[in-house]
């Protein structure tokens, strides 16, 4: 709008910016820089723009691995992971699952911080196999999404699955489903490994705190079991 102004008056771009000092040019210089990026990011974390546009599943592999998510994958040997209910032979992109809707999202920047020592991982030792406790980065990334999901009872899933909806035709489905609500588990509980490359669960994930209804005994009570137990 400025640059316009200026040219509506006949003043060529140059011989505006002299009437200041050079000082005030460099500030001039760094408040547009600063408005420039500002534009730019929150053009590219405009969910409409990041979801059609720019988080495409190749934009993605740049820094995820390409062979830790196979978009060809199925959960059956008929059945898609699909993208919409209506649609039987869509694919679910990379988006559906890690980019959650809204008009504006940061588009989870501090997760491709924090990832940064799992990709260099990778790099360093591909088949992530050490002697040891050591954990695989791919196994610690995948253990860290698991106790997120669970924690927010599988809240990923549950933005295109329906609990109402979910109707399983077959009976091992069927019976699986009413264990589970019976049960009042979460989805990733029995869902952990399904586009990505499988990783073993731990013997510890996915527990409950145990909830001890009995009162705790009382101080009178504690005593009078220890002064049982030095007759003894």
Same mark, same amino acid.
């Given at each position: 709008?400025? *640059?316009?102004?200026?040219?509506?008056? @006949?003043?060529?771009?140059?011989?505006?910016?002299?009437?200041?000092?050079?000082?005030?040019?460099?500030?001039?210089?760094?408040?547009?820089? @600063?408005?420039?990026?500002?534009?730019?990011?929150?053009?590219?974390?405009?969910?409409?723009? &990041?979801?059609?546009?720019?988080?495409?599943? =190749? &934009? +993605?592999?740049?820094?995820?691995?390409?062979?830790?998510?196979?978009?060809?994958?199925?959960?059956?040997?008929?059945?898609?992971?699909?993208?919409?209910?209506?649609?039987?032979?869509?694919?679910?992109? +990379?988006?559906?699952?890690?980019?959650?809707?809204?008009?504006?999202?940061?588009?989870? *920047?501090?997760?491709?911080?924090?990832?940064? &020592?799992?990709?260099?991982?990778?790099?360093?030792?591909?088949?992530?196999?050490?002697? @040891?406790?050591?954990?695989?980065?791919? =196994?610690?990334?995948?253990? $860290?999404?698991?106790?997120?999901?669970?924690? &927010?009872?599988s809240g990923t899933c549950r933005t295109c699955h329906i609990?109402?909806?979910?109707?399983?035709?077959?009976? $091992? @489905?069927?019976?699986?489903?009413?264990?589970?609500?019976?049960?009042?588990?979460?989805?990733?509980?029995?869902?952990?490994?399904? *586009?990505?490359?499988?990783?073993?669960?731990?013997? =510890?994930?996915?527990? $409950?705190?145990?909830?001890?209804?009995?009162?705790?005994?009382?101080?009178?009570?504690?005593?009078?079991?220890? *002064?049982?137990?030095?007759?003894?």
């Open positions: 709008m400025a *640059v316009v102004l200026i040219w509506m008056r @006949g003043i060529s771009v140059k011989n505006f910016f002299q009437r200041f000092s050079l000082q005030s040019r460099i500030i001039f210089a760094i408040a547009g820089a @600063g408005i420039l990026i500002i534009g730019v990011f929150f053009a590219v974390a405009y969910e409409p723009v &990041t979801r059609n546009f720019v988080a495409q599943d =190749a &934009t +993605c592999n740049y820094c995820h691995l390409p062979w830790e998510f196979n978009p060809d994958v199925r959960l059956t040997a008929t059945k898609p992971h699909q993208a919409k209910p209506d649609q039987p032979q869509s694919q679910a992109k +990379c988006v559906d699952c890690h980019l959650p809707e809204g008009r504006l999202n940061a588009t989870f *920047v501090y997760t491709h911080i924090v990832s940064f &020592t799992d990709l260099f991982g990778k790099f360093r030792d591909l088949e992530a196999e050490r002697a @040891g406790d050591w954990i695989p980065p791919r =196994a610690a990334t995948a253990y $860290r999404v698991r106790d997120r999901l669970f924690e &927010t009872d609990e109402d909806e979910i109707k399983p035709k077959r009976t $091992r @489905g069927i019976n699986a489903h009413k264990l589970a609500l019976e049960k009042k588990q979460t989805c990733i509980e029995c869902h952990y490994n399904e *586009v990505h490359r499988p990783v073993d669960q731990r013997k =510890a994930a996915f527990q $409950r705190p145990i909830i001890s209804f009995e009162q705790p005994p009382s101080a009178e009570m504690k005593l009078l079991q220890f *002064v049982q137990e030095v007759r003894r």
